[in-house]
């Protein structure tokens, strides 16, 4: 079984910045299959970041140049850095483990930008 614990979430102010973090335990066979997803009010869940599985990161396109994904397989931990934070970055955002079929979500983490 896997589990995915995310911490790190909370309130800030536009411009400032967060580090969200992922730890993983239970069967993981690649930290590579760890990715961010976050959900807006009223929007679709979207693919925040994430790794190829040659271990490459890839970023939607609003976060690029702002966030950044990095993991710490020792600890089996997996971070998203986000910079330059703007309201419109509000939303619940989730740890994502998918080494296959089966899809493995933490609880969701709260980030709220205020203007």
């Known amino acids: 079984q896997v589990q995915l614990v995310e911490s790190g979430g909370g309130l800030v102010q536009a411009g400032g910045s967060l580090r969200l973090s992922c730890r993983a335990s239970?069967?993981?066979?690649?930290?590579?299959?760890i990715g961010w997803y976050r959900r807006a009010p009223g929007k679709s869940r979207e693919l925040v970041a994430g790794?190829?599985?040659?271990?490459?990161?890839n970023y939607l396109d609003s976060v690029k140049s702002r966030f950044t994904i990095s993991r710490d397989n020792a600890k089996n931990t997996v971070y998203l850095q986000m910079n330059s934070l703007k309201p419109e970055d509000t939303a619940v955002y989730y740890c994502?483990?998918?080494?296959?079929?089966?899809?493995?979500w933490g609880q969701g983490t709260q980030v709220t930008v205020s203007s």
């Open positions: 994502n483990y998918k080494p296959g079929r089966t899809d493995y």
């Open positions: 239970g069967s993981i066979f690649s930290m590579n299959y």
């Open positions: 790794f190829t599985l040659g271990g490459v990161a």
